[in-house]
C-alpha cells in the first residue's frame, strides 16, 4: 500500500506562480523525498529531507517536513512552463525501501 | 551517459509468454529497485536488491522473479504474463538504501 497521498490531485496555474503540493504519510520515517516524472519519461530525483530537517532548499525548490504531523510540502517557486509534470513524494522507511504516492500533476499555462 | 539503462523500451506479449526486462547501471550503485507504474496508484514496489547477491520482495512480487546478476545488472522475470501485469516497468538504483534513486527510462508491457 502507498505511505504517501499528495494533495492536490492535479494543480493548474499561470507561469510565474507559485506551485505548492503536500504529502502525508502514515509511519515513522527516516526521509522524504521527492521526485518529477515528466509525460513518458521516468522519475528524477529532486530532493531528499531527513526525519531531523525541517526545511530544505534547492534551486526554486523548498521542502518542509513536520514528523509530527506526518505531513510534508512542496513549494515550486517562479513557475515554468518546463515545470508541467508530475511530482511525487517518496518515504522512506525503516525498511529503506522508498513508498511512493500517487502523485500531483502540475500544468504552468503560459 | 551515466545512469540506468532498461531494455527493452516497449513490448507486447500474449498471455502465457514469458519475457525478461533488463536493466543496468554503470554509477556503481550497491541497491537495485524494479518497480511498476499503473495509473492513478503512483509506483509500486516487485523486488529489489540491497547488495550484490541479495533480493527481496516488495510489496507487489507475485508472477515475478528477479537475478542480480552482478553489481551493475538487476533482471525482472515474468514468466507466464497475464493481462494484470499491462504497465510501465521502472528500474532504479541508488548508492546505498537511504539515498536518492536513480530511475531507467521505463519499460512500457502490455499482455494481450
Known amino acids: 500500500s502507498q505511505q504517501g497521498e499528495e494533495d492536490p490531485q492535479a494543480l493548474s496555474i499561470q507561469e510565474g506562480e507559485n506551485a505548492t503540493m503536500n504529502c502525508s504519510y502514515k509511519?515513522?520515517?527516516?526521509?522524504l523525498q521527492w521526485y518529477r516524472q515528466n509525460s513518458g519519461r521516468g522519475l528524477v530525483h529532486l530532493i531528499l529531507?531527513?526525519?531531523?530537517?525541517r526545511e530544505k532548499h534547492s534551486g526554486r525548490l523548498r521542502v518542509t517536513l513536520d514528523t509530527s504531523k506526518k505531513s510534508s510540502s512542496l513549494l515550486i517557486t517562479a513557475s515554468r512552463a518546463a515545470d508541467t509534470a508530475s511530482y511525487f513524494c517518496?518515504?522512506?522507511?525503516?525498511?529503506?525501501?522508498?513508498?511512493f504516492g500517487a502523485g500531483t500533476t502540475v500544468t504552468v499555462r503560459a | 551517459n551515466a545512469g540506468v539503462t532498461q531494455t527493452p523500451k516497449f513490448q507486447v506479449l500474449k498471455t502465457g509468454q514469458s519475457m525478461t526486462l533488463q536493466c543496468a547501471q554503470d554509477?556503481?550503485?550497491?541497491?537495485m529497485y524494479w518497480y511498476r507504474q499503473d495509473p492513478g496508484m503512483g509506483l509500486r514496489l516487485i523486488y529489489y536488491?540491497?547488495?550484490?547477491?541479495?533480493?527481496d520482495k516488495g510489496e507487489v512480487p507475485n508472477g515475478y522473479n528477479v537475478s542480480r546478476l552482478n553489481k551493475r545488472e538487476f533482471s525482472l522475470r515474468l514468466e507466464s504474463a497475464a493481462p494484470s501485469q499491462t504497465s510501465v516497468y521502472f528500474c532504479?538504483?541508488?548508492?546505498?538504501?537511504?539515498?536518492?534513486?536513480?530511475f531507467g527510462s521505463g519499460t512500457r508491457l502490455t499482455v494481450v
Open positions: 554509477m556503481n550503485h550497491n541497491s
Open positions: 509511519t515513522s520515517i527516516n526521509n
Open positions: 517518496a518515504t522512506d522507511g525503516n525498511d529503506y525501501k522508498l513508498s
Open positions: 532504479a538504483s541508488s548508492e546505498r538504501q537511504g539515498r536518492g534513486y536513480t
Open positions: 536488491s540491497a547488495s550484490e547477491g541479495t533480493t
Open positions: 529531507i531527513r526525519s531531523n530537517e
